[in-house]
């Protein structure tokens, strides 16, 4: 089973920015073989989808709620994948989880096989 953690979370303003990192083990050929998105959930709500990144040519996806605001991004040697998070706003606020899929890249969660402790995020007014 893979491992995924997340990782720079915190807590900031309306407006402000946040990188989220997602670090898996095995790294070598993580991301050769598994789609990694970018899912949130706020409390009381459901788990959503919000961005995901290709494994075969890197081809990012992005929720409405986000795009333009999200950049999905894989590093050069392809074992660590990053949320940059700007224009933050409260309602972005969550606990922000990474999780791959050995399928397809997909902002649905039943693609997913593996999945990080998530992060949490904070906006506040």
């Known amino acids: 089973q893979l491992r995924l953690v997340e990782s720079g979370g915190g807590l900031v303003q309306s407006g402000g920015s946040l990188r989220l990192t997602c670090t898996a083990s095995?790294?070598?050929?993580?991301?050769?073989?598994?789609?990694i998105g970018w899912f949130r959930q706020a409390p009381g709500k459901e788990r959503e989808g919000i961005s995901a990144?290709?494994?075969?040519?890197?081809?990012?996806y992005y929720s409405e709620s986000v795009r333009g605001r999200f950049t999905i991004s894989r590093n050069i040697a392809k074992d660590v994948v990053y949320l940059q998070m700007n224009s933050l706003k409260p309602e972005d606020s969550g606990v922000y989880y990474c999780?791959?899929?050995?399928?397809?890249?997909?902002?649905?969660?039943?693609?997913?096989?593996?999945w990080g402790q998530g992060t949490q995020v904070t906006v506040s007014s």
């Open positions: 095995p790294a070598a050929s993580t991301m050769d073989y598994y789609a």
């Open positions: 999780a791959a899929s050995p399928t397809w890249a997909s902002l649905a969660e039943n693609a997913y096989d593996d």
């Open positions: 990144i290709r494994d075969s040519d890197g081809r990012s």
